[in-house]
């Protein structure tokens, strides 16, 4: 059986991912941030900060999923900080970690010159968060003592979507589905990051996945 770490387990990402991968039976183990946050019952819960996770911590689990997210200006650059720390303790281990990451960082010409946030179509108020996403992966990218997958999900991704058990993956490049549109639900969005958590396809590398 699979042992899954799940970093900030709350939040509504994070809930989905554990719903998800204790319904494949896998053993679950929830990092939240305090004792107040409801994770699910059939998993263990351990009330941590991010910061405050150690290589000890993590080091019995086959996989650590970090589903960490900062909106405000002012918490944008922790998206980068949290992540090095995640590498910095996982780093040299068989331990594989997998991030929760954003669009704004997708290609948009066969030279991957151009990402979807650099078009002038791209909400100015979405900015901030992928760049600092962007900045991020970058960072993550240099790493190669860290078994990293980082997950974009569709332009938009839709937090109450239905789980309808079917996406499309697609790699650097943003795409579209035969009905023209780069949708995902979270729920649809959890299913693509357990399967390759179960099938290691992208093990250092970035991929993304949009709804059929």
Known sequence: MKKIAI??????????????????????????????????????????????????DLKDFDAVIDAFGAWTPETLHL???????????????????????????????????????????????FKPLANAQGAALDELRKRNDVKWTFLSPAGDFVADGARTGKYITGGEEYFVNDKGESRISYADYAIAMIDEVENAAHVGERFSVIGK
Request: contains cysteine.
């Open 7 to 56: 970093v900030c387990a709350a939040g509504k990402e994070g809930k989905l991912l554990v719903e998800e991968a204790l319904s494949r039976g896998y053993s679950v183990t929830g990092f939240v941030r305090s004792e107040s946050s409801a994770v699910d019952v059939r998993a263990k819960k351990v009330v941590k900060d991010l910061f405050d996770i150690t290589a000890d």
């Open 79 to 125: 998206h980068g900080e949290s992540l090095k720390h995640l590498c910095d303790i996982l780093s040299g281990t068989d331990v594989r970690l997998l991030v929760v990451g954003g669009a704004g960082s997708l290609y948009v010409t066969p030279e991957h010159t151009v990402q979807v946030k650099d078009l002038d179509s791209f909400p100015d108020i």
